[in-house]
């Protein structure tokens, strides 16, 4: 008798503990297969750290291969499902196609970026979701102090010295907190001139700092922020982003380059593309996180809508706590299903407490309800995070001992550019990567800029880390159930239904093209598996000769230069205008074409570039 196949589709909190789980339960007795489009587990929690500078970025890492030596790692994103013939359709890290069959699949791939419809936001800011984009926080803000400090003019000097947080949930608190740390340690050893100061801003239109935590972390979290010197506003958000600075919702404008959005986040939009029920946009489950009506397939962390059994007509919010033990279940009742584990049970949970880093000995922290401050909560709170990690506490603990002891590194390693972790992306854990050996076909239609403002405004978490957050005050925060965008139809294979979507809302924000038995489909480069908007340099705009930019001209899929193939003629060549003072060409030789007339051929289309399916539209 053949052995069951299990498919995960993410290594995240919930993914990761499933796949663990599994494979201790089943003991050879299935095989697991687990998808994802890095090699290993994100302990998002201390991802603020590695942005300051404490821990370098694989302290914050495990190893798939390596942890899960049962389990089968397949590099990839899924593009699409099949749920009658029980397939998944994925797209490898360089572009190539793959197909997974399946016996139960288990859906937690996690959330996203949360976008809100302001001008400017898609454009100029950026997220924290994943390690590329805490590694460019790192680079931008040593950049800007660097800089700062070699300006002669003021205002640029201010400009480049204050840095926008917008979110004072769990992940803009930290940052916020230990931005501000940060700064100022560059700061001492070089300072600015006219004896200027890191400024940072931390905005939220929430009526105080975590909302979502006892009002006395609250307080303690508000004070430390602002004994640091952090401008805490609350009931303040931001209206509008340009290059230069940002309008703020009470009619001030901020210089700055800096903008960190950190309001909360969005499930992926993969479970969108199923045509099941949803609830702001996740997939509804039972309390045994299977989904009603598909005994094969279940799903678990920021994707799933788990009912809340503690607080009936509830869901279960978006954290890691529940993310972590939400895979604990969703493998013993994957195992029950197949006849490999024991009954089948509903996912109940009981709250913790919560934990705050706010740097140094700094931190809040409710234990079991204890409310803890001060020293003794910075020391829970990372007692606490090396508990919870699955790998690497000694090297996390030997990264603290020496932060305390030794001043920090503060370089530019220069790895991963702005235009290379947009804001608008359905991978925030894959940096965009510059051009790629060919141009590939994907029928991936799931999310484009103008899917993530349709559906952007439901009662997202924050970043795996809180529940509700700013979103919470947040006006028009109910999107529609699960169908973002809306425009031409499309039919999705596997969805059993047509989904609305807009014109541009194909294949997360790319060019379209045909493929048979797809539908709608695209063109990229193979390399852009970050899946957002055009490549963008400082400020959002799009970068000349850089994948996903505007073509640079005399390039291909650029402007035409002159005296080139489908570009103006050049004066006295042919098929131009004759220049001045010289004889009009005569009649061509016999058996020659007439410049301007060519002789049949092969026709070449000019209307389209060549290589247009390298960059987006």
């Known amino acids: 008798m053949s052995r069951p196949r299990i498919l995960i589709v993410g290594a995240g909190f919930a993914g990761y503990r499933t796949a663990r789980t599994l ?94 419809p302001i001008p400017g936001v898609a454009e100029h800011a950026h997220g924290f979701r994943g390690l590329p ?50 700064t100022d340690a560059q700061v001492r050893k070089h300072p600015l001139r006219r004896g200027m100061r890191p400024r940072w801003m931390l905005l939220d239109v929430a009526p105080r700092v975590l909302p979502e935590m006892d ?52 499930p992926d939009p993969l479970v969108e593309s199923l045509g099941l029920p949803m609830e702001k946009g996740r997939l509804l489950v039972d309390p045994h996180l299977q ?22 007509g509830s869901y279960t919010p978006m954290t890691a706590q529940h993310a972590w033990r939400h895979g604990k279940v969703a493998a013993e009742n994957v195992a029950a299903s197949l006849g490999l584990g024991g009954a089948r049970t509903p996912y109940r949970h009981r709250d913790l407490g919560f934990v705050v880093d706010l740097g140094g000995a700094k931190a809040a922290a409710n234990p079991l309800g204890v409310t803890l401050s001060g020293v003794p909560a910075g020391a829970v709170t990372r007692g606490y995070h090396l508990a919870a990690m699955p790998g690497n506490r000694v090297r996390v603990a030997a990264d603290w001992l020496l932060d305390a002891v030794l001043p920090r590194q503060a370089v530019q390693l220069g790895l991963v550019r702005s235009w290379s972790v947009p804001l608008d ?58 169908q973002p965008g809306s425009g031409p ?88 205008e004759p220049a001045k003072n010289q004889p009009a060409p005569g009649p061509p030789p016999p058996g020659q074409p007439s410049p301007g007339h060519p002789a049949p051929g092969p026709v070449k289309r000019t209307d389209v570039p060549e290589d247009s399916a390298k960059g987006d539209s």
């Open 23 to 116: 494979s201790r339960l089943t003991r050879g007795r299935a095989h697991i297969t687990l998808l994802n489009p890095t090699d290993y587990f994100l302990y998002l929690p201390l991802l603020p750290q590695v942005a300051a500078g404490v821990l370098e970025p694989r302290r914050v890492t495990v190893s798939l291969s390596d942890s899960l030596p049962d389990v089968r790692l397949v590099l990839g994103e899924a593009d699409r499902i099949d749920l009658d013939d029980r397939t998944l359709h994925y797209t490898g890290p360089e572009g190539e196609d793959g197909t997974l069959a399946y016996d139960r699949l288990v859906l937690a791939a996690g959330s996203v970026n949360k976008l809100l």
């Open 133 to 182: 984009e805490a590694l460019y926080l790192r680079d931008h803000v040593t950049r800007q102090v660097e800089l700062a400090a070699s300006s002669d003019d003021p205002g640029t000097c201010a400009a480049r010295c204050t840095f926008v947080v917008v979110g004072a949930g769990y992940t803009g608190t930290e940052v916020a907190a230990h931005g501000q740390m940060f």
């Open 215 to 266: 009002e006395k972390l609250s307080a303690t979290a508000d004070r430390v922020l602002r004994q640091r010197g952090v401008d805490v506003r609350m009931g303040t958000s931001v209206k509008e982003a340009t290059h230069d600075g940002v309008l703020l919702t009470d009619g001030e404008f901020v210089e700055t380059r800096t903008l960190v959005w950190c309001v909360g986040v969005r």
């Open 291 to 312: 989904v009603p009506g598909r005994p094969e397939l279940f799903a678990c962390g920021d994707v799933a809508a788990v009912p809340d059994l503690e607080n009936p």
């Open 425 to 482: 992306t359905s991978s925030p854990e894959v940096a965009r990567v510059p051009g790629g050996p060919g141009e590939r076909e994907e029928a991936s239609a799931r999310s484009g800029p103008g899917a993530a403002l349709a559906s952007d405004t439901d009662d997202g978490g924050d970043g795996g880390r809180g529940a509700g957050g700013p979103g919470r005050a947040r006006p028009h925060d109910e999107p529609a159930k699960g």
């Open 489 to 576: 139809t499309q039919v999705r294979p596997g969805s059993g239904a047509a989904e609305p979507r807009s014109e541009w809302e194909t294949a997360k924000g790319r060019p379209t093209s045909g493929r048979p038995g797809s539908g709608p489909a695209e063109l990229r480069s193979e390399a852009e598996t970050a899946k957002g908007r055009p490549a963008a340099g400082p400020g959002g705009e799009p970068v000349r000769n850089q994948p996903g930019g505007e073509p640079a001209r005399n390039q291909p899929g650029g402007e035409p230069a002159k005296n080139q193939p489908g570009g103006e003629p050049a004066k006295n060549q042919p098929g131009g």
